[in-house]
């Protein structure tokens, strides 16, 4: 029965441990403008377009360094000489 117990915590223990390193690395990859537009793409592709437009926003908004394009003056216009 003890070594039945043993078993089971260790187990329990290896099984707890690997659910909490895949949402540690999980976690890392939401903080990384890079990984959280290949979210978005990938959302964006499986046609899971209000995922892809919110994970979008929160990387907006969390990295607005990331991608200037909202940022845009819009295009020059020729000047007469």
Not at 35 to 46: E, G, T
Not at 69 to 77: I, L, T
Request: charged fraction near 20%; glycine fraction near 2%.
């Amino acid at each position: 029965m003890r070594k039945l117990r043993r078993l089971m915590t260790a187990t329990f223990l290896i099984v707890a441990t690997v659910i909490a390193a895949r949402n540690v690395v999980a976690q890392n990859d939401a903080t990384d403008p890079q990984a959280m537009f290949n979210q978005a793409a990938q959302a964006y592709n499986a046609q899971k377009w209000l995922d892809a437009k919110a994970i979008l926003a929160k990387l907006i908004e969390s990295h607005p360094e990331y991608h200037r394009g909202h940022d845009w003056p819009g295009p020059r216009r020729a000047t007469r000489s």
